[in-house]
């Protein structure tokens, strides 16, 4: 199911991308549902409903979500101090102001397009995407979007083996998540969170808010942005969750269009 | 085939599958190929690797085709014994085993038993997910998710309530003298309760963070709009007093009531009969007590309840004791007068006989010898060599 529902993704909207980790294939799931999928009859139809939202460059009007006066309002331009400034984060800095670094908003407006894109079309493809975020002021509204959208959050004490050890520490036959977005790449320790490492590990796509002391270097979808204001994080939830929703809506028309001409 | 001739040694063929006369037929057409490698492997290696495998899991289809099985296994039972199939219990069923398979079998379960799967095979958890891997609950990927669930619906109440705290004082209505819940006679749930409660296993730590929350959730003033929840997670205590068995109060044909009432110490049974309006007589197994026990501390260990409730005067005492020495049965009847006063006594008095210890049963008996040692607890002599 995973790998067919991001290989197709990968190919079209990698692009003159350049990521430090190259993903070819997402078979790390334990499921037999995986090979259900491929063993499921491809109709024309089917394959139409899949294939063609990836020729669009923005297929679900995501651009008309949010604009650079929004988020100069929620505050996601502010970084942390000068001091606290991590040296692969500079190239996302617009300068720094009274020792405070100001995040360039052009970037992360293209980012943040780029990032919500590939979320819409995970959740389109009925992809499990996972939300995850350590910081505690923060942990109830991500759990809640989560819930509203249908998808699933993880906001207490990464276990160690949850992602590389699956089996073991759930139940045989597991599915693991398609997509993983960092509302914070922090733990509450100011370190890298262990899931992105084992996001890496397993293959699974990551979409991170990098703040200027994160590490964006083995995330797949680095967002440069402020994630320690109230406004800031309310409004990603919002974006994601109305992302999701409006993939989701949209396969569930396609999919009665297709019952609809399939009928007749 | 090769193999099949010689037993135990197991020819892997490298490349061109099973029969070595084909392999030949085929191998002159080709470009030579790596030739044949004979492994020998033992039959030690065939042996499944049974701890690995963990608890047997039993599939749903298999559970219920042996429930059917059960069922129609009980209509058949019930036509074999002569009865109703449709009103054939588990006790029927039970006794209708027992009589055709009679086991001399001290074991009780190692005898034939036929009873409803449900209660033979060991419980496995349902899967979590549906039919395309996604898991049901928004927080299964936590690992714990009931538990956390719990954390997440409890914050999501404290929110609520500074809302609602809020608003009232928008209002201008609030007030912090609000209805508060009683929590005087009950306590929290154990760690053990909360995991039975959420059918999953959580640490200490988390048990503490749980009930720190809980904490905090009473400590706000509106916690009354909530009550029902935190009930749920509080255990009310029992009062100790109201556990004692009080006898009835029988009556004679004369008209005189009396009760009756037993008691134990060492391997001491007493059983005592205590007739109001009398003059303070007390017969032991026909005996007058001054015969019975000569000694002073026995007599007084006969009184002290009586005594203790200030009815010395007012019952006659008729008892049967036997078994061990005198003490032992000094004690025994005196339990055995204190429990059958308790049909005469009122609430208060019967709380205050508890907190005397009139109504405990003295859990003291001889303890066993070891094996290396002269009695219980006395050593042989030590020797340094």
């Given at each position: 199911m995973a790998a067919g529902v991001l290989s197709g993704v990968r190919q079209v909207l990698r692009g003159p991308r350049l990521v430090s980790a190259v993903f070819s294939c997402h078979g790390q799931t334990l499921s037999s549902a995986s090979a259900a999928v491929k063993s499921a009859p491809d109709t024309a139809a089917t394959e139409k409903i899949l294939n063609f939202p990836l020729t669009q460059p923005d297929y679900f009007h995501l651009s008309e979500l949010f604009t650079m006066k929004d988020l100069f309002e929620a505050r996601v331009h502010l970084g942390h101090k000068k001091g606290c400034r991590?040296?692969?984060?500079?190239?996302?800095?617009?300068?720094?102001?009274?020792?405070?670094?100001?995040?360039?908003?052009?970037?992360?407006?293209?980012?943040?397009?780029?990032?919500?894109?590939?979320?819409?079309?995970?959740?389109?493809?009925?992809?499990?995407?996972?939300?995850?975020?350590?910081?505690?002021?923060?942990?109830?509204?991500?759990?809640?979007?989560?819930?509203?959208?249908?998808?699933?959050?993880?906001?207490?004490?990464?276990?160690?083996?949850?992602?590389?050890?699956?089996?073991?520490?759930?139940?045989?036959?597991?599915?693991?998540?398609?997509?993983?977005?960092?509302?914070?790449?922090?733990?509450?320790?100011?370190?890298?969170?262990?899931?992105?490492?084992?996001?890496?590990?397993?293959?699974?796509?990551?979409?991170?808010?990098?703040?200027?002391?994160?590490?964006?270097?083995?995330?797949?979808?680095?967002?440069?942005?402020?994630?320690?204001?109230?406004?800031?994080?309310?409004?990603?939830?919002?974006?994601?969750?109305?992302?999701?929703?409006?993939?989701?809506?949209?396969?569930?028309?396609?999919?009665?269009?297709?019952?609809?001409?399939?009928?007749? | 085939m090769a193999a099949s001739s010689c037993r135990g040694v197991r020819s892997i063929l490298w490349k061109y599958g099973s029969c070595g006369k084909n392999f030949c037929v085929s191998r002159s057409k080709t470009v030579p190929q790596l030739p044949v490698r004979h492994i020998c492997v033992s039959s030690a290696l065939w042996k499944k690797n049974l701890a690995a495998a963990g608890p047997q899991k039993f599939t749903l289809e298999f559970i219920n085709k042996q429930v059917e099985e059960f069922e129609i296994g009980k209509r058949h039972l019930a036509n074999m014994m002569g009865e109703d199939p449709e009103t054939f219990t588990q006790e029927d069923i039970d006794r209708s085993i027992a009589y055709l398979f009679p086991s001399g079998l001290f074991e009780k379960r190692a005898r034939p038993v036929m009873k409803h799967p449900e209660e033979i095979f060991p419980k496995q958890t349902a899967v979590q997910w549906d039919a395309e891997g996604r898991p049901f609950h928004f927080l299964f990927y936590t690992g714990q998710q009931s538990y956390y669930s719990l954390l997440h619906d409890v914050y999501e109440k404290i929110l609520a309530m500074e809302r609602h705290q809020d608003n009232m004082r928008n209002k201008g209505l609030f007030t912090s003298?609000?209805?508060?819940?009683?929590?005087?006679?009950?306590r929290w749930l154990l760690k053990e309760e909360i995991e039975e409660y959420l059918v999953e296993n959580i640490s200490d730590h988390d048990y503490m963070r749980m009930i720190q929350l809980m904490e905090k959730l009473l400590s706000m003033p509106y916690c009354s709009l909530e009550e029902e929840f935190i009930l749920k997670f509080r255990k009310q205590l029992e009062v100790q007093s109201s556990k004692h068995e009080i006898p009835a109060l029988q009556y004679d044909p004369q008209g005189v009531t009396f009760s009756v009432a037993d008691g134990r110490r060492k391997t001491a049974k007493a059983s005592i009969t205590l007739r109001d309006s009398g003059s303070g007589n007390i017969t032991i197994n026909g005996r007058n007590y001054l015969h019975y026990f000569p000694l002073l501390q026995d007599r007084e260990q006969l009184m002290f309840p009586l005594h203790f409730v200030g009815m010395l005067g007012r019952f006659d005492v008729e008892g049967s004791v036997e078994g061990s020495g005198h003490s032992a049965q000094a004690g025994a009847l005196r339990l055995a007068i204190s429990r059958a006063l308790l049909s005469f006594v009122s609430e208060g008095e019967v709380e205050k006989m508890r907190q005397a210890g009139l109504l405990t049963a003295d859990p003291r008996i001889k303890e066993r010898k070891k094996p290396g040692q002269e009695g219980a607890r006395k050593k042989f002599t030590w020797k340094k060599r």
């Open positions: 991590h040296s692969l984060m500079e190239p996302y800095l617009f300068g720094s102001r009274l020792d405070i670094d100001i995040i360039d908003l052009e970037q992360t407006a293209e980012h943040l397009q780029r990032a919500l894109n590939f979320t819409a079309h995970v959740a389109y493809r009925g992809g499990i995407i996972l939300f995850v975020s350590r910081r505690r002021q923060f942990g109830q509204l991500i759990e809640t979007t989560a819930r509203e959208c249908g998808e699933y959050a993880h906001t207490r004490y990464w276990k160690g083996g949850l992602l590389t050890n699956a089996p073991v520490q759930y139940s045989p036959g597991v599915r693991l998540p398609d997509l993983i977005v960092f509302f914070s790449t922090l733990n509450n320790v100011f370190q890298q969170h262990v899931g992105i490492r084992d996001a890496a590990k397993m293959n699974i796509p990551t979409v991170g808010i990098v703040d200027s002391n994160c590490n964006p270097s083995l995330i797949a979808y680095p967002v440069p942005g402020n994630d320690d204001t109230p406004v800031a994080m309310e409004m990603y939830c919002r974006l994601f969750k109305m992302t999701i929703n409006r993939a989701k809506d949209k396969r569930r028309q396609m999919e009665l269009l297709k019952g609809i001409s399939a009928s007749v | 003298e609000t209805k508060q819940i009683l929590l005087t006679g009950s």
